[in-house]
């Protein structure tokens, strides 16, 4: 069955650096598009990146542009977490879809445990 895991979260100071993995498996992520989401106490999920399986286009919510990038690896999509604000701090998940072009979360069907972020002085 389609099982997403992702992993690296952890605790840094303000500036940092992080690289979030998500292993996907039982299906094909060629098919696919995988999003980058996430959600801090109170808050509802957003969508912070997507990567498509077919053509490896990338889209960035723009809190996040300049300062995160989407990559895939095989079947690990990463997420490379630059100048890491306190703001940042929440639970990060991934997710897919078979549609392209949106980070959305209404359009993800399949989602991760999620793996915590905390960045804090």
């Known amino acids: 069955q389609v099982q997403l895991m992702e992993t690296g979260g952890g605790l840094v100071p303000p500036g940092s650096s992080l690289r979030l993995s998500c292993e996907t498996s039982?299906?094909?992520?060629?098919?696919?598009?995988i999003g980058w989401f996430r959600q801090a106490p109170g808050e509802e999920r957003e969508g912070v990146s997507g990567i498509s399986g077919s053509d490896g286009s990338t889209l960035y919510a723009d809190s996040v542009k300049g300062r995160f990038f989407i990559s895939r690896e095989k079947n690990t999509i990463y997420l490379q977490m630059n100048s890491l604000k306190p703001e940042d701090t929440a639970v990060y998940y991934c997710?897919?879809?078979?549609?392209?072009?949106?980070?959305?979360?209404?359009?993800?069907?399949?989602w991760g445990q999620g793996t915590q972020v905390t960045v804090s002085s």
């Open positions: 039982g299906f094909n992520v060629d098919y696919y598009t």
């Open positions: 997710g897919a879809t078979v549609l392209s072009g949106s980070i959305k979360v209404k359009m993800y069907d399949y």
